[in-house]
């Protein structure tokens, strides 16, 4: 096992700058998701420290030593992709012993890993199957095998389960990430999915356009994200952000609109009235799950909208408003608006400690000091 870091790395295809100067750092048994939309470096940036891409500029190192030059062979990291790559003519078995054939261990050495790891993933009744026998779910358990056997220093994960269906995905999940706290192996795991990212790793690296915009735990990118961009990526259905303008001064700040107005709590008011806004214009998040929803206007739900669509979703209900030009999501209670209430006028209360301030210029987060110094994240493994 060994930590991973990247020391300003980039990554260039002719014209394509895909990764730029990503500095990240991957402690010993972390489990680091890579995550961003598609297009964003993730790929590029995995396939580097594997040793199947070249590196523009800049140094990986896998356990404090420079790997650049190492044959990706005697990286001593394990890969595994979307697609499974097996051996469609060998068994369960042999596909899973290959890779360690390859490295001439004895054979008793192999029967024990491929034991070991085939009943780490319940494959062992598998066995002697061959690939074109096997559902898509059990043949990404056998790839997933082929790397278990290896005992290498990293595991790389690219979109491992991107196309198994739903429920196939949400338990494979769980034991990736069981598996994983049991070896204690670092790992990068690539993905476009957000949910995947937040349910799995111990911290998210957010990639947007080859550029690193925040690294952080789960929590941390979820409550502080550091700019508009990161705070509408992650989150499902994801935060809801209105433009404004700051009035007011040492008496108290808010947030105005002609739909609304919305007090900045006096934690925030501090690094408000500092930040630089242009004309004050200022954007306000917050998420669905944040805001509520009535039908009589009072002081408590400040912000007119109309209501557009219901979503039911089993036990709660996402209400989709329109505030002047703007769609905001509401979380609710199953049943708190009805189809029959579309286009009513409703009145949307928030809950002031979960706002977020944004500078529309630069897209980056206001935050208070105290948030601040929390939102600095360092590897905690
Ligand atoms: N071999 C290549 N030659 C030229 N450009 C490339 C090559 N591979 C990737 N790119 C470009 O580099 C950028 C990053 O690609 P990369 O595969 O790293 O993205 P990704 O985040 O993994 O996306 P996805 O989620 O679609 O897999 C993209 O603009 C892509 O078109
Ligand atoms: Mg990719």
């Known amino acids: 096992m060994a930590s991973l870091t990247f020391n300003s790395v980039w990554k260039r295809y002719d014209q394509v700058e ?7 750092d991957i402690a010993d048994g972390e489990f680091l998701c890579l995550l961003g939309p ?10 580097m420290i594997a040793g199947l891409e070249f590196i523009s500029a800049g140094d990986i190192l896998l356990g404090g030593e420079r790997i650049n030059d190492l044959e990706p062979r005697n990286r001593d990291i394990a890969m595994v992709f979307e697609s499974y790559a097996l051996y469609p003519q060998k068994s369960v078995y042999e596909n899973m012993a290959n890779p360690l054939r390859l490295r001439k261990m004895s054979k008793d050495e192999i029967d024990r890993r491929v034991r070991e ?7 062992e009744r598998l066995l002697d199957r061959r690939p074109s026998q096997l559902s898509g779910g059990q043949k990404q358990r056998v790839a997933i095998g082929r790397v278990l ?8 994960f690219d979109e ?15 034991e990736l990430k069981h598996i994983q706290k049991r070896l204690g192996t670092t790992t990068v795991y690539v993905t476009h999915d957000q949910l995947e990212g937040m349910s799995m790793a111990d911290r998210i690296a957010i990639m947007r356009e080859g550029v ?69 214009k200022i954007l306000v998040g917050v998420r669905p799950e944040a805001l509520r929803i009535s039908s009589i206007q009072d002081a408590a739900h400040p912000i007119t909208g109309r ?23 509401v979380r609710a209670e199953l049943g708190t608006v009805a189809n029959e209430d579309v286009d009513a006028t409703v009145y949307l209360g928030y809950h002031a400690q979960k706002l977020h301030f944004f500078d529309p210029t630069t897209g980056v987060a206001i935050r208070s000091a105290a948030t601040r110094q929390t939102a600095v994240s360092q590897p905690t493994i």
């Open 160 to 174: 491992p389960i991107a196309h198994l269906d739903a429920k196939l995905r949400a338990r494979m999940r769980g």
């Open 307 to 329: 209501v557009y669509a219901v979503q039911p979703l089993g036990d709660v209900e996402v209400i989709d408003v329109r505030v002047g030009g703007d769609r905001v999501l």
């Open 18 to 24: 895909a990764v730029k100067d990503l500095n990240l």
């Open 38 to 47: 598609s297009g964003c470096g993730k790929s590029s940036s995995l396939r």
């Open 117 to 123: 790891a085939a009943g780490m993933l319940e494959i």
């Open 149 to 156: 056997v290896r005992e290498p220093k990293a595991f790389l």
């Open 212 to 280: 690193l915009q925040q690294v952080g735990t789960p929590q941390e990118v979820f409550n502080q994200p550091s700019n508009v961009w990161v705070a509408t990526f992650v989150g499902d259905p994801p935060m809801n952000i209105l433009q404004g303008e700051l009035q007011g001064g040492d008496g108290g700040l808010t947030v105005v609109a002609p739909e609304f107005r919305i007090d900045v709590p006096t934690m925030q008011a501090g690094s408000l009235s500092e930040s630089k806004l242009a004309d004050r």
